[in-house]
């Protein structure tokens, strides 16, 4: 079993910054990957970002390259999302996700769910 908390989530002004946190307990390991994921009011969950735990492999939703960073600190257990230039539109509860094996941009196929976090972007 895995369980993961998100924080970090809060209000902030188009083009501000915010860092998530995802503290992962349990039986994390090198043979997971993490992810996070965001869904907005009457959207469906989308896919992020992910990172490989034991080689730092990072892949990101076009929507977000450039902007959002992907990092863990294996020592802490915990998975980070840096987020710059923040817009509008990326108003979301933001989730992170946890599965063992490959990564996939599908929600449907994580295992693994924290509570989320609340990220607006508004003037």
């Known amino acids: 079993q895995v369980q993961l908390v998100e924080s970090g989530g809060g209000l902030v002004q188009p083009g501000g910054s915010l860092r998530l946190s995802c503290a992962a307990s349990?039986?994390?390991?090198?043979?997971?990957?993490m992810a996070w994921f965001r869904q907005a009011p009457g959207k469906e969950r989308e896919f992020v970002a992910v990172?490989?735990?034991?080689?730092?492999?990072?892949h990101y939703a076009d929507s977000v390259k450039g902007r959002f960073t992907i990092s863990r600190d294996s020592a802490k257990t915990t998975v980070y999302l840096q987020m710059n230039s923040l817009k509008p539109e990326d108003t979301a509860v933001y989730y992170c996700?946890?599965?063992?094996?490959?990564?996939?941009?599908?929600?449907?196929?994580?295992?693994?769910w924290g509570q989320g976090t609340q990220v607006t972007v508004s003037s």
């Open positions: 996700a946890a599965r063992r094996g490959t990564y996939y941009y599908s929600p449907r196929l994580y295992d693994y």
């Open positions: 349990g039986s994390i390991s090198s043979a997971y990957v």
């Open positions: 990172i490989r735990w034991s080689g730092g492999i990072t």
